[in-house]
């Protein structure tokens, strides 16, 4: 069945970028989003549709996918970044219907 | 302002049944594709199930189907999720979604995405 791969930890000093990566099979044909996950909260959208920003995301957060890995970008990161990203995929299921699939999560650390 | 509000959750024995109500205010209800999506304490995102705007389209991940049944009213702008012989492993919060561009997905290069989570509720099953 299709993953989404993504590095379970990254670290990232403040002011520095970072760069979550979420891979898996065939993502040329596939868009790609992410939510950034706070603690206690519900999931916020930060990039759909593989490198769109939804309306009050700072411009710092990017993506782009490459078409075998697709990477969520922060450029001068700061201290509330810090949380879990999940990126977000389609694919079809076991009955040949589509699902949504999620990647496994990746907790940033701004240290 | 769009909300979405989940009720129902509770404390289940296995086997047992429970029914999820979302309630949806602040947009246009039968415009939009929905799904709920549950996540396990400590871990992580888990699609459940989804519903299109019409229910015309349902679709279920293969670890609830047979047992979860998703249904919407849409002059009551509510979507429901019924749940049926539960196990230990659907312990989880389950939020209600909104997909942002209104349709529900029917290919793999589908550029939908949710754009609106609830607060979630809790279902914890246990003996």
């Known amino acids: 069945s299709f993953e989404l791969s993504q590095p379970p930890s990254v670290s990232v000093s403040p002011g520095q970028t970072a760069s979550i990566t979420c891979s898996g099979d065939?993502?040329?044909?596939?868009?790609i989003c992410w939510y950034q996950q706070k603690p206690g909260l519900s999931p916020l959208l930060v990039i759909y549709q593989d490198s769109k920003r939804p309306s009050g995301i700072p411009e710092r957060f990017s993506g782009s996918n490459s078409g075998t890995t697709a990477t969520l970008t922060i450029s001068g990161t700061q201290a509330m970044d810090e949380a879990d990203y999940y990126c977000?995929?389609?694919?079809?299921?076991?009955?040949?219907?589509?699902?949504?699939?999620f990647g496994g999560g990746t907790k940033l650390t701004v240290l | 302002e769009v909300q979405l509000v989940e009720s129902g959750g509770g404390l289940v024995q296995p086997g047992g049944s429970l029914r999820l109500t979302c309630e949806a205010s602040?947009?246009?209800?039968?415009?939009?594709?929905m799904y709920w999506v549950r996540q396990a304490p400590g871990k992580g995102l888990e699609w459940v199930s989804g519903?299109?705007?019409?229910?015309?389209?349902?679709g279920y991940a293969d670890s609830v189907k047979g047992r979860f049944t998703v249904s919407r009213d849409n002059a009551k702008n509510s979507l429901s999720l019924e749940m049926n012989s539960l196990r230990v492993e659907d312990t989880a919060l389950y939020y209600c979604t909104r997909d942002g561009r209104g349709s529900y997905c029917g290919s793999v290069s589908c550029p939908s995405y949710i754009d609106y989570w609830g607060q979630g509720t809790l279902v914890t099953v246990s003996s």
């Open positions: 519903i299109s705007w019409d229910s015309g389209i349902t």
């Open positions: 065939k993502l040329w044909n596939k868009y």
């Open positions: 977000q995929a389609w694919d079809y299921n076991s009955e040949v219907n589509t699902a949504m699939v």
């Open positions: 602040g947009f246009t209800f039968d415009d939009y594709a």
